[in-house]
């Protein structure tokens, strides 16, 4: 792809590999390593080409995870224009792992997933302090906080 990197993920099921330690295979490691489930086809390793990433390294926002994923494969490839209010996108906490993403497909019998890697609190203060706004659905940070304020000393 001229966006993508791609790499089959194969998971041999007569293994008997506990759900554990198939979560542990696919879960994302780094920045720029994110997880792709195809209905009917399985998983994929994505890594978005360094021509790519090299652009837009030093953007704090458009370096994002969530970033990449919508402007060089979301919008360009499945024409998801508006994240937030595109009926043909819906999204799931971390917290629940990269199994529940492929319950929700395999229980639609159709579509594809994708799982990144968390945003860093770096990143989320490189964005504050170069005053610019997260993405849509980029900011979802577990253990919630009760309530109250977070402040950063300068």
Request: aromatic share 10%; glycine share 6%.
């Amino acid at each position: 792809s001229k966006y993508w990197n791609f790499q089959k993920i194969k998971i041999d099921i007569d293994d008997k590999k506990t759900q554990e330690e198939i979560n542990s295979i696919l879960q994302t490691k780094h920045c720029n390593d994110f997880r792709m489930y195809i209905h009917n086809d399985g998983w994929y390793k994505l890594s978005i080409n360094d021509e790519i990433y090299n652009k837009v390294k030093d953007d704090v926002v458009k370096s994002l995870d969530v970033s990449l994923l919508s402007d060089h494969l979301l919008t360009p490839i499945l024409d998801i224009d508006d994240i937030r209010n595109d009926p043909d996108i819906t999204f799931l906490g971390g917290i629940h792992g990269l199994s529940k993403l492929k319950t929700k497909i395999d229980e639609k019998g159709y579509g594809v997933a994708f799982g990144l890697y968390h945003t860093t609190i770096e990143q989320l203060i490189g964005v504050a302090d170069a005053q610019k706004l997260m993405p849509p659905k980029s900011t979802w940070f577990e253990p919630k906080l009760r309530s109250g304020v977070i402040v950063r000393r300068f």
